[in-house]
């Protein structure tokens, strides 16, 4: 059963508004001494499992204008949520979190105003990878198992960096490349 395009009310909306309901409670388990955390972990795990069943759901029933909307939006308060709170705690370095908070909020300025014009802008095959890359960045500095392996958890955060950066890049390229273009171009 197919959904409306406009429909606000669906099983993968709601699935997503759960997801930024429910992420200040993981940043409240983000433990304030370093080491890491299981309970925080396995919060962070499922927050992020949640991405793809919506995704699926969203798929398999219909994508619509507010979930591509929502969707980004959570994934954003989601992993930029859990990297400040890691940067309160001393976890995380300042340097590369304002890096990625600062592309996220141009490319969502940009899909803002691209999709008030009825251009549509699903993410890249890039952009998904560097947000893989965040959240195994975020899961290993969570998890005890690897807390105390530093180089592991920051080399994923800086590689999180590069794909950022990256995915950022070729969002400008093709914002520049398909100016003038009609809706939908992109």
Not at 28 to 37: D, E, L, N
Not at 70 to 82: E, I, Q, S, W
Not at 106 to 118: C, F, M, N, Q
């Amino acid at each position: 059963m197919s959904v409306d395009p406009s429909a606000l009310v669906t099983w993968a909306n709601a699935v997503t508004v759960g997801r930024l309901v429910v992420s200040p409670l993981l940043f409240t388990v983000i433990p304030v001494a370093p080491g890491g955390s299981w309970v925080a972990l396995a919060a962070w795990f499922v927050l992020c499992a949640s991405d793809g069943f919506d995704g699926f759901l969203a798929r398999r029933h219909g994508i619509t204008r507010s979930g591509a909307f929502l969707d980004p939006l959570a994934d954003k308060v989601l992993v930029l949520g859990a990297m400040f709170t890691l940067v309160s705690r001393g976890v995380f370095w300042m340097l590369p979190v304002v890096i990625i908070t600062a592309r996220e909020v141009i490319v969502s300025v940009y899909r803002v105003l691209a999709g008030a014009k009825g251009v549509s802008m699903p993410a890249s095959r890039t952009a998904k990878v560097k947000t893989l890359s965040q959240q195994l960045a975020v899961a290993g500095a969570l998890m005890p198992l690897t807390f105390d392996e530093r180089w592991l958890w920051l080399s994923l955060l800086w590689l999180a960096v590069a794909l950022t950066l990256l995915s950022g890049a070729q969002y400008a390229w093709k914002a520049v490349t398909t100016r003038g273009r009609p809706a939908g171009a992109l």
